[in-house]
């Protein structure tokens, strides 16, 4: 007999009281790279992510990283990129790419029984790339039309402005492409840069899925060897800007719209208070019913979206609200972000506010790390930094303690208005 379904009934609503996260298992292969291998799920999948110490930083010149990251899989000593797209579609697998800051991250998507054939097409890939000057010039035109499509938005111009004004341009973190780069970007460039870059030494990988019992083996046998000596280039540490303009505004003549960037330096995922200022944000403009929400979109109508983010990066971060909004309500927009700022310092949030975020937080994060694939995605985050899993754990500890008290506290303390930056781009 079939369940009956009581449409007008709602379903019981229960809160988290708990967090699991699914076993890692670590190990090295001959060469002595470290393999995090995250096994779960019912699906014959696996996705295997290489993080090579390839990032921008280590490049030291604007594009070479991820235009070497993009070349690499167009084309290998073994198969054109015409190939390599032909054998990835056949076995039904995925091959994809990312350059940030501090890595460069290849990524396999493939069936378990066809993982034999496709890591074998991605060493070559790997190792052997030929870096055809067709295959760069294709990409270094479509990124170059992309950076003259997103060049002419006011959010990019007052992003930029903003990363530039807190980092200084000559720092990595706010050292944005020009125009002028992408003729600067040479075959050799990338040639030298994936010898020096694309080595065992500082790479790791991240396994997750069902990549079956000899995964190390098959690694071993495609990635085990010393096919390189060289050691990690530099990932250093520059001074960041102690110099900050409060105010800035960037003019563009033939927009509606005008970008507003309202944020402040703060710190990274290791500092004691990370874990406070991600609820706290997320009351701020974290969530469609936050705070700036509530205000500029839903009573006042000042915007179709706004909100705030942390951002983090390996050695710093910074928190941010972003909206666009007309040129004739920005005034009274930036006032009343900072009417909410302020708020939060003198007034305590509610216990039904916070029993609201904390439930959605608390959701939330049970979404993010519902199955394998999406929990190598959260762990990649904390490669770079060191941090074990503890980290997620805690998180979870601190959303079901923190009290309003301890909310307003950090917003007094990292809330401040003199301490924001105000970026305008538009009219």
């Not at 709602?10 to 790279?33: M, W």
Request: glycine share 6%.
């Amino acid at each position: 007999m079939q369940n009956q379904l009581y449409r007008n009934t709602a379903p019981e609503f229960k809160t988290v009281s708990s967090f699991n996260l699914l076993p890692i298992q670590k190990f090295e292969l001959d060469n002595g790279i470290k393999v995090h291998l995250l096994e779960a799920g019912s699906q014959e999948v696996a996705k295997i992510d290489f993080l090579f110490p390839a990032g921008s930083i280590q490049a030291a010149k604007p594009l070479l990283a991820s235009i070497t990251s993009k070349a690499m899989i167009e084309g290998s000593e073994k198969y054109s990129a015409a190939e390599i797209a032909e054998k990835i579609d056949f076995y039904g697998a995925y091959l994809g790419q990312q350059t940030v800051f501090h890595q460069s991250v290849i990524t396999l998507v493939s069936l378990r029984h066809f993982l034999p054939e496709t890591l074998e097409i991605l060493e070559d890939i790997i190792k052997h790339p030929t870096f055809e000057q067709k295959e760069i010039d294709t990409i270094l035109g479509r990124r170059k039309q992309k950076f003259l499509i997103e060049s002419d938005k006011v959010k990019t111009l007052a992003t930029r402005a903003f990363t530039q004004n807190l980092y200084g341009k000559e720092h990595p973190y706010g050292n944005y492409v020009e125009l002028s780069d992408f003729e600067k970007i040479t075959r050799n460039d990338i040639v030298d840069f994936h010898k020096k870059a694309y080595i065992p030494a500082g790479t790791q990988i991240i396994i997750s899925g069902q990549p079956g019992n000899n995964i190390k083996d098959l690694l071993n046998k495609h990635f085990g060897q010393l096919w390189n000596s060289n050691t990690p280039l530099s990932d250093w540490k520059p001074e960041i800007n102690k110099e900050l303009n409060s105010e800035i505004f960037v003019p563009k003549t033939d927009t509606l719209q005008s970008a507003l960037k309202i944020g402040r330096p703060l710190f990274n995922k290791l500092h004691p208070d990370f874990h406070g200022m991600q609820i706290l944000n997320t009351i701020l403009g974290g969530y469609f019913g936050s705070r700036l929400m509530t205000n500029i979109r839903e009573e006042k109508g000042l915007t179709y979206g706004i909100s705030s983010f942390i951002m983090t990066y390996k050695h710093t971060g910074f928190i941010l609200v972003s909206t666009d909004v007309k040129a004739e309500n920005r005034e009274l927009a930036v006032k009343e972000v900072f009417n909410e700022l302020k708020r939060l310092r003198e007034e305590p949030i509610s216990e039904d506010e916070l029993t609201l975020v904390r439930n959605f937080l608390s959701g939330d994060m049970i979404r993010n790390f519902d199955g394998p694939f999406a929990t190598s995605d959260n762990y990649r985050g904390l490669i770079d930094l060191d941090i074990s899993t503890e980290y997620f754990h805690d998180f979870f500890k601190v959303l079901m303690n923190i009290t309003a008290k301890d909310l307003q506290d950090l917003a007094q303390k990292y809330l401040k208005e003199e301490d924001f930056i105000t970026v305008i781009a538009g009219k």
